[in-house]
């Protein structure tokens, strides 16, 4: 019997034992949709039920996913969740959606993300603020905001997302499901909304780390239509999800990752979590990766850089938001861009403009060598890297709206991974309260692990043999259980 909290490879296994139906999973979910959706605001487009579903012996065999409002569907409206883009509907598939598409899966909808990507809570969509499940007067993270919202309270089994800074990972972590980042490259951009071209990496919010690589066999590999894409094979040895322990895996935790800043319970479950590892036969030591410090400044001198470049293409011309009688293109940019994405475009366009390039943008580039030669060594003495995902849990609407820099500094641990390309991920390993609210409610919370360039599947085993150790201690959120 499935529930709507299911794992993706239980429901294919039921398809494929016809205990279940295509069409019956297809109709639990979408009821879901229907009655928690209004509250929640995960979805901004809902797809209308499919006519006929693919053969069950396909790979995800009629299993229905959704995807972040970035990802191009043909002939559905994709809007990157702004005004600028609120009509258009591609000619075309991402390469992400044509080869889930292929493998039986059906598009169930399109999730809600901050504007062009650009947030890390969700409250940037020009449309529908999503709804944290285990609280909704808090934010759910972002920018996959949606789909880590609709996969945290059963709507959907899974939901892909994209990853430029840790906008997977840190929603992932707040909504307690596993967030999944791969290198970059291993899947494609193509037709995905870009906002930084050198960050961007298409990825997954999933129930368990079992799905994540499930999926991600079917994603990642070459695709002609995007350069930067990566050639390897996507195999996962299937004998990782039968491990129990992670003897000879030397894990390490950066000293860097765990100074101030830290709410004081998120700090105790990640350490509990890094002694379970342990327990669980893992060789952990403390290393060091000294460039830590300059990440987050390097990341938002380069992401505002390349995404000044990508936005300007919205011109209301040639595509995009045109302002009324066609006045101007300033004037089309002005209506059709939130607050967070001018402000990005003005910070990228300062530090790529002359007498300004050398001092920032050159300098930053510079610095992102040497994070990647940090993580680099670091990775010559251990299997997989270990920190918090974020430094803290949810917080309340618009606690941080009106201070960017606060809000930058949610994303101090995930950039770091996302500058040198590796792959990472969170998966929940407990609860902790709101550092300024000590009898306010639990909220989830997230170990990061970060892998070696494609070493996914170490990673995979690390995450899949951690979970497993906590299978009667993760929970679902109230309210959303049936």
């Not at 296994?13 to 979408?30: G, I, W």
């Not at 004037?331 to 003005?346: D, L, Q, T």
């Amino acid at each position: 019997m499935i529930s709507p909290f299911s794992a993706l490879s239980d429901i294919r296994e039921a398809l494929r034992n016809k205990t279940v139906s295509a069409a019956e999973v297809f109709d639990m979910y979408r009821s879901r949709i229907d009655r928690y959706n209004p509250t929640l605001q995960a979805f901004h487009t809902i797809h209308e039920i499919p006519a006929t579903f693919p053969d069950s012996s396909s790979a995800l065999a009629g299993m229905p996913i959704a995807y972040k409002d970035l990802y191009c569907e043909r002939g559905r409206r994709t809007t990157a969740s702004s005004k600028m883009l609120e009509n258009f509907v591609p000619p075309y598939d991402a390469t992400v959606v044509k080869r889930l598409t292929e493998a039986g899966a059906i598009s169930i909808g399109k999730t809600i993300t901050d504007e062009f990507a650009m947030g890390g809570s969700g409250e940037n969509s020009a449309f529908e603020k999503p709804k944290n499940p285990w609280d909704p007067t808090r934010i759910p993270g972002g920018s996959s905001a949606g789909s880590a919202v609709a996969v945290s309270a059963g709507l959907i089994p899974a939901a892909c997302g994209t990853d430029t800074g840790g906008s997977i990972r840190q929603p992932a972590s707040m909504c307690g499901i596993v967030g999944f980042k791969p290198t970059y490259g291993r899947n494609s951009r193509y037709g995905v909304i870009p906002m930084a071209s050198s960050l961007d990496t298409p990825g997954t919010l999933s129930r368990t780390v079992r799905d994540a690589g499930m999926i991600y066999e079917i994603t990642a590999g070459r695709d002609p239509l995007d350069s930067t894409s990566l050639p390897n094979r996507t195999h996962v040895s299937p004998d990782i999800w039968t491990r129990h322990r992670l003897d000879s895996v030397k894990i390490g935790v950066p000293k860097e990752y765990f100074v101030e800043g830290i709410d004081p319970g998120v700090r105790t479950i990640i350490m509990r979590a890094i002694d379970r590892l342990a327990d669980l036969g893992a060789d952990v030591r403390e290393i060091s990766l000294p460039h830590t410090e300059y990440a987050l400044a390097t990341y938002y001198i380069i992401m505002p850089a390349e995404a000044s470049t990508n936005l300007a293409r919205y011109d209301g011309i040639r595509y995009g938001h045109t302002a009324w009688e066609g006045r101007s293109i300033a004037a089309s940019r002005a209506e059709g861009f939130g607050p967070e994405v001018k402000r990005r475009i003005m910070m990228g366009t300062f530090v790529l403009s002359a007498g300004f390039y050398d001092a920032y943008y050159r300098k930053a580039s510079l610095v992102r060598e040497l994070i990647r030669e940090d993580f680099a060594r670091a990775f010559e003495e251990v299997d997989a890297i270990v920190t918090p995902t974020a430094p803290t849990v949810a917080w309340k609407f618009w606690q941080k709206v009106n201070d960017p820099v606060k809000m930058y500094l949610e994303d101090v641990f995930t950039v770091p991974a996302s500058l040198a390309g590796l792959p990472a991920m969170s998966v929940p390993v407990g609860y902790a309260r709101p550092e300024d609210e000590p009898t306010g409610p639990e909220l989830p919370v997230g170990l990061q692990i970060m892998g070696a360039p494609l070493a996914e599947e170490r990673m995979f085993e690390v995450g899949h043999v951690l979970e497993r150790s906590y299978a009667d201690e993760i929970r679902v959120p109230e309210g959303y259980e049936e």
